[in-house]
């Protein structure tokens, strides 16, 4: 069975960090690449971060950047995310993703994030 | 950075009828790169359409994707108890940028 399943969810105060990790199975996970995604209470999503399937191209959130950092390790079949310098305004659902997708004569084809962890909660408050 | 609009905020229809859900972006946007996604209340999000016209794999053909340039479209033909929820569309760049998302309610 496909799975992801996201750990590291906890409550943590303004300005302290934490990581997160995405457990995935049930496919080759060293050739696709991953996205980190995070739903606010009651609010609607957020993309996160992306990382290439090597690892060789990573991109940010303007929100994030500079304090959060993506990272794999294909030989454990692991996504995380290091979150540092916590505000208020991070606490959500973070959610990782596996996206889908192919370059075909050159063009790179999306065919969207098809698999999804549950998600892990993330409480940022004093 | 491409801003996506969706419309409208909240639908309200009965089971049987048909749903239309708009994405709008702020500048032309390629077909290959626009998404669409349902999300349930506790629910991680399921990916419905890709290429602004595919369905994914297991969706049911009630649901079609149309558009190209700045907007977009959601069709459910026939709405059934299970579709009311919220709707995502989302397009891939160097970011990924979601809408603000569609509520599909009973009317």
């Known amino acids: 069975e496909v799975q992801l399943v996201e750990s590291g969810g906890g409550l943590v105060q303004p300005g302290g960090s934490l990581r997160l990790s995405c457990a995935a199975s049930g496919f080759t996970f060293s050739t696709y690449s991953m996205n980190w995604v995070r739903q606010a209470p009651g609010k609607g999503l957020e993309w996160v971060s992306y990382i290439s399937s090597s690892g060789n191209t990573i991109y940010y959130a303007d929100s994030v950047k500079g304090r959060f950092t993506i990272s794999r390790d294909n030989a454990k079949n692991s996504l995380s995310l290091q979150m540092n310098s916590l505000r208020d305004e991070d606490t959500a659902v973070y959610y990782c993703?596996?996206?889908?997708?192919?370059?075909?004569?050159?063009?790179?084809?999306?065919?969207?994030?098809?698999?999804w962890g549950q998600g892990t909660t993330v409480t940022v408050s004093s | 950075e491409i801003v996506l609009t969706q419309s409208p905020g909240t639908l309200s229809l009965s089971p049987g009828e048909r749903a239309t859900l708009s994405c709008r972006a702020s500048q032309s946007v390629s077909s290959r790169s626009l998404a669409w996604y349902q999300q349930k209340p506790g629910q991680a999000p399921r990916l419905l359409i890709y290429?602004?016209?595919s369905r994914a794999t297991g969706i049911p053909d009630r649901f079609s994707g149309s558009g190209s340039g700045t907007d977009f479209t959601l069709t459910i033909s026939r709405l059934e108890p299970e579709d009311f929820a919220v709707y995502y569309c989302q397009h891939y760049d160097s970011s990924r940028t979601f809408g603000q998302g569609t509520k599909v309610e009973i009317k």
């Open positions: 290429g602004a016209s």
């Open positions: 993703a596996r996206e889908n997708g192919a370059t075909i004569y050159g063009y790179y084809y999306y065919y969207g994030m098809d698999v």
